[in-house]
Structure formats: structure tokens, C-alpha cells
């Protein structure tokens, strides 16, 4: 229920972050009016006692976050995905949040896994440790399957997850709405569809059974994928509380010392995990949305490993043709293009001026192409890009942010295997490869195949259809407009039929 009793939970939220010094430093990154600063110091001043302490060792809002538990580490991860409403600076200090948090016992585990598989914990496994990895949502420990001695992964939810989830998001909504209402100039950032977003990104984590699922989906769309490796789930062990996958060998690819020691070729590793990220976002649609240096391990063999499948991006084929066209105009530095490109794909409103678009956008590739290998940064560009959508009305659009996201962490991870990494001339091969693919001849004519595919379902009833419309094109229209329309159908229905007798999907 969404309504007042999330107040209480809202203000023990504010005395925290005004207790542990976070209240000025998330305002100053909202770029919030002086009055409301006040206004909020004001009131979250008298409350402060009722706030948690957190640990004074960690930064202001990262301490805040963690005191309040695991719902709000979460929502903290997902809107450092969103530069757009928290601002980049405030969105690179979320970035670095472990979401790591005191494990549950084993013996709870144990018994929420028997519970869920139906079986004996011992009848499952040979072999079960003390939890290696402990997040908000879940923990995962080191197993050994009895029947075959293989090594797993085994991740369990938090006991007791879901309903505390369900209770903060309740507050989440309420906020968001009050925040829309006292502060209309927010709307363009729309903090509704951001706790929507949020919403169904966790309550997807919530069943581990979708996260099995994007784990066989990722693996399935890069099976082809030299050097990259995606362990799949054991289905017969795995649930809705309780997910078992193989278990991935490899050192952390954040470890560089060891990755140097291991005789590992950091430049080909840097460019390599860029370029695979890129081709799963255009070529497949489906990319690793949380693909920093903690979900990427590298085997002894080279191969890049990549684990947690809880937050999957999403784009359809028509955004993945204007990302790739945006890109390889910034890359050819044809600004114009970009712009134009906007403006078809609907992201500026069309009473914009498409000249004065593209000089803001040269204003924001130029400086960047000035600067040397070491210099040249996407999160610069994204930063940049922000600033320009602000000026000219663009309307946020959730998947595009969170593929921006990822492009700044995986570009965080290349650097840091290899500072002097140029990003756009790794990048530049993909792009091109994806274009020829997808907006040359040959796509066209895919496209109309797939057109005439589509029309040959509805072949019988084509003539009905348009005998219809004949009919009613004899009949008195009511205005010269439906008229029009009618003339259109017909057109439109003749142009099928054709389509549909020739058999164009025997041609292709």
C-alpha cells in the first residue's frame, strides 16, 4: 500500500543520510534550489537521532546506503546507471558500491535449499562450503555435485528478502511521487519510471529461476564467441530461492599483478572485452549489464569468463540501428548525421533546430578527438551527451542509459588493464561490421522478406479484406479525410496481395 505509513520509513531514511553527512552531498549532485536544500536541512535536523550510524569508515552516501539495508545497496547500484537523474559525479560514487554485507548462516542456507530442491542437502551435494561471496539479495557458496564430483556454484537468497524488498519499494513510490508533485521540473527525469525500472529489475533477481534463464540465453547467443565463456545452470538443482550454475576458475580480471604474473596478454584482454560487449549489444540485442571487473574472471587458457546474470540489458533491433549509427557517426566525427539520426529516431522533439543540435553535439566530439589515446573517455562523451539532451528536451529513455552505463564500466575495466586503450579504434571494427550487416542492400531486402513473410500468414483473408474496403470506398464517406484513408487501405491491401501471390518469401 502506497500511502502514508511510508512516511515514517521516508524519514528515518532523511535522518540517516542527514546523520551520516550524506543529505549535502546527494543535493549538491541533484543540483536541488537553494530553497529546497534549506528546506530539507531544516527538517531532517530534528530527526537526526532517529538515523542510522552506519560505518564511518566509508564515504558519506555509500555509509548512508549500507545502513539502510539491502533494498536501498540495490537501488543505489541501479541509479548509478542513471547519470541522468543523480549526475555523474554522484553516480560514480554509487558505481563503486560492493553490495557486500554480512553472510546468513550456513545452516540456513542449507535448510532453504533442501526446502527448495526437495531433497537432502547430502543427496545433492558431495561437498558444501562456508559462503565465498555475499551480496544484498544473495550469497553463493563452492559445491560439489554427488553424482558426477563436479564444482558448482550454488547462490541462495537472503531469507526473508522478498518481503523486505516489497516494503521499501512501497516507500520508493511514495518518494517518487511526492517528488514529482512538489518538484514538476523533475518530470523530464520521470522518478516514477525510475522506481518501475528499479521494481522490475529486482523482482527479476528475486527468482532465480529468470536469472538461470538469462544465464542459458547469454550463453546460447555467445556460444559462438571466441574466447568468452558463460557457465551454464544446473536446471534439476535450481529453483526460485536457489540457483546452482558451474563453477567459473579464472583470477578476478581486477586482479592486474596476477593477470601480469600469469603471463596474460593485458592489451588483447582490453580490447577483447570491449569489442565483446559491443557485439552483444548490437549484434544480439542482449547484452551483461553489470559487466565490471567483480562478474569477469579470466581462465588459465585466456578465455574471458562472465557471471551474475541478475541485471540483463535489453534493445531492440530498431535501437541497436540507431546506437551503431550514432556511434559511427561520432567515430567518423560526421556530427550532422548524429543528429539527423536523432531527430528520425524521435529522441529530439521535432520543432528543434537539427543544425544547432549537430553544432552542440561537434561541441561535444570535438574536445575529445583533440586528446590523446590516454585522455580519450566515453563517461567524458556520456557526460557531455547528458547535458546536451538536457538542453534540448530529449526525453529519458531507460535502455539507452543503461547501455551508455555499461559502455563506462566495461571502458572502466579495458583501462584499466590497458591506460593507453583507444577507445574508438576498438570499437570502430564491430560498429562497421554491424552497419554493413544492418543497413547495407542486404538488409533491406531481409527486411522485405520478412515483411512478405509476415503478409503470407494473413493471405486468406487479404481478399475479404479488401473487398471490404472497396465497399466501403463507394459508400458516401462522412469527410474528404476519410476518404483519403480509405483510398489508402485499398492501396495498402493491393500492395499485400501482390506481395503475398508473388511468394516473395520464395525469392530470398
Avoid at 528499479?198 to 533477481?205: A, H, I
Avoid at 574472471?297 to 540501428?321: C, H, L, P, S, W
Avoid at 500468414?457 to 465497399?471: A, N, V, W
Avoid at 489508402?488 to 516473395?504: D, E, K, Q, S
Amino acid at each position: 500500500m502506497r500511502g502514508p505509513h511510508n512516511i515514517w520509513r521516508l524519514i528515518r531514511t532523511g535522518a540517516t543520510f542527514e546523520r551520516t553527512g550524506a543529505m549535502g552531498a546527494v543535493l549538491e549532485a541533484l543540483d536541488a534550489p537553494p530553497r529546497l536544500r534549506l528546506a530539507a536541512r531544516v527538517m531532517g535536523w530534528p530527526f537526526k537521532w532517529l538515523g542510522y550510524k552506519g560505518d564511518p569508515a566509508l564515504p558519506p552516501v555509500t555509509r548512508a546506503i549500507t545502513a539502510l539495508g539491502p533494498a536501498y545497496v540495490k537501488f543505489g547500484q541501479v541509479l548509478s546507471t542513471r547519470p541522468d537523474v543523480v549526475g555523474s559525479e554522484l553516480a560514480d560514487q554509487l558505481r563503486v558500491l560492493q553490495d557486500k554485507l554480512p553472510p546468513f548462516p550456513t545452516a540456513i542456507a542449507k535448510e532453504m535449499i533442501a526446502e527448495e530442491l526437495l531433497r537432502p542437502i547430502d543427496a545433492a551435494f558431495s561437498a558444501f562450503s562456508e559462503p565465498v561471496a555475499a551480496a544484498s539479495i544473495a550469497q553463493v557458496h563452492r559445491a560439489t555435485l554427488a553424482d558426477t564430483g563436479q564444482e558448482v556454484a550454488v547462490k541462495v537468497l537472503r531469507p526473508g528478502i522478498e518481503k523486505a524488498f516489497r516494503t521499501d519499494l512501497d516507500a520508493f513510490h511514495f518518494a517518487a511521487g511526492m517528488i514529482e508533485r512538489m518538484l514538476p521540473a523533475t518530470r523530464r527525469l520521470r522518478p516514477s519510471d525510475v522506481v518501475n525500472h528499479f521494481e522490475q529489475t529486482v523482482l527479476g533477481e528475486l527468482d532465480l529461476r529468470l536469472e538461470a534463464a538469462a544465464a542459458s540465453q547469454f550463453a546460447a547467443n555467445t556460444a559462438g564467441d571466441a574466447h568468452f565463456r558463460v557457465p551454464m545452470p544446473v536446471w534439476a538443482l535450481s529453483g526460485r530461492t536457489v540457483m546452482t550454475m558451474d563453477w567459473a576458475e579464472g583470477i578476478p580480471m581486477g586482479d592486474v599483478p596476477a593477470l601480469r604474473a600469469a603471463g596474460h596478454d593485458l592489451v588483447a584482454l582490453s580490447e577483447r572485452v570491449l569489442q565483446l560487449f559491443l557485439s552483444h549489444a548490437l549484434r544480439d540485442g542482449y547484452f551483461h549489464a553489470d559487466m565490471h571487473q567483480g562478474n569477469l574472471k579470466v581462465a588459465a587458457n585466456g578465455d574471458i569468463i562472465a557471471f551474475d546474470f541478475g541485471i540483463m540489458g535489453q534493445i531492440d533491433e530498431y535501437t541497436r540501428r540507431v546506437y551503431a549509427e550514432i556511434l559511427m557517426g561520432f567515430i567518423q566525427r560526421d556530427y550532422r548525421r548524429v543528429a539527423e539520426v536523432h531527430f528520425e529516431a524521435g529522441y529530439v522533439p521535432a520543432d528543434r533546430d537539427v543544425n544547432q543540435f549537430a553544432l552542440a553535439l561537434r561541441a561535444v566530439g570535438e574536445p575529445i578527438f583533440g586528446m590523446n589515446a590516454t585522455q580519450i573517455s566515453m563517461a567524458r562523451l556520456l557526460a557531455y551527451l547528458l547535458e546536451v539532451t538536457e538542453r534540448f528536451g530529449m526525453q529519458t529513455r531507460t535502455e539507452l542509459i543503461l547501455l551508455q552505463r555499461t559502455m563506462v564500466v566495461v571502458e572502466g575495466v579495458a583501462r584499466s588493464l590497458n591506460p593507453a586503450m583507444n577507445m574508438w579504434e576498438t570499437a570502430r571494427p564491430v560498429v562497421e561490421t554491424y552497419i554493413r550487416a544492418n543497413l547495407g542492400p542486404r538488409a533491406a531486402l531481409r527486411d522485405l522478406k520478412r515483411t512478405a513473410l509476415v503478409l503470407g500468414h494473413f493471405g486468406p483473408r487479404l481478399p475479404g479484406l479488401l473487398q471490404s474496403l472497396i465497399l466501403r470506398e463507394q459508400a458516401p464517406p462522412d469527410e474528404p479525410q476519410r476518404k483519403k484513408r480509405h483510398s489508402v487501405g485499398i492501396w495498402l491491401a493491393g500492395a499485400a496481395l501482390l506481395l503475398a501471390g508473388a511468394g516473395l518469401d520464395r525469392l530470398f
